[in-house]
C-alpha cells in the first residue's frame, strides 16, 4: 500500500505563487509517474501535470508556462511551483501515484486533496 500526503495549500492573491508537496510513503517501489489533478465541484477530475520517474513531464494547457512539476526519488515526493496563480486555479488538488511500467494490471494511489485558493 501507498500513502500519499499532500501539503502546501492555503489562500493566495492572484499573481501570487504557492507550492504543494506530495510525500509518498508505504511501498514506494509500488509507483512510477506520479502526478496532480484537481476537481472543482460538478466537474471531473482533471490533469494539471505529470511526472515520470525518469522526469519527464506533461501539463494540461491551461498551466503551462506558469506550473512546474518536480520530483525527489531520494525523497519520493512530488513538487508543483505554481506561479502567477489566477482565480480560475482555486480548487482541490489532488496528488496522484501510478503503478509503476509493466504492470499487467494498473492502479493509482490518491491523496486526500489539498485546497488551493486564488482571491483578493
Known amino acids: 500500500q501507498v500513502q500519499l500526503v499532500e501539503s502546501g495549500g492555503g489562500l493566495v492573491q492572484p499573481g501570487g505563487s504557492l507550492r504543494l508537496s506530495c510525500a509518498a510513503s508505504?511501498?514506494?517501489?509500488?509507483?512510477?509517474?506520479m502526478g496532480w489533478y484537481r476537481q472543482a465541484p460538478g466537474k471531473q477530475r482533471e490533469l494539471v501535470a505529470t511526472?515520470?520517474?525518469?522526469?519527464?513531464?506533461t501539463y494540461a494547457d491551461a498551466v503551462k508556462g506558469r506550473f512546474t512539476i518536480s520530483r525527489d526519488n531520494a525523497k519520493n515526493t512530488v513538487y508543483l511551483q505554481m506561479n502567477s496563480l489566477k482565480p480560475e486555479d482555486t480548487t482541490v488538488y489532488y496528488c496522484?501515484?501510478?503503478?509503476?511500467?509493466?504492470?499487467?494490471?494498473?492502479?493509482?494511489?490518491w491523496g486526500q486533496g489539498t485546497q488551493v485558493t486564488v482571491s483578493s
Open positions: 508505504g511501498s514506494i517501489f509500488s509507483i512510477g509517474a
Open positions: 511526472i515520470t520517474s525518469g522526469g519527464t513531464t
Open positions: 496522484n501515484a501510478h503503478s509503476p511500467p509493466r504492470v499487467y494490471h494498473p492502479y493509482d494511489y
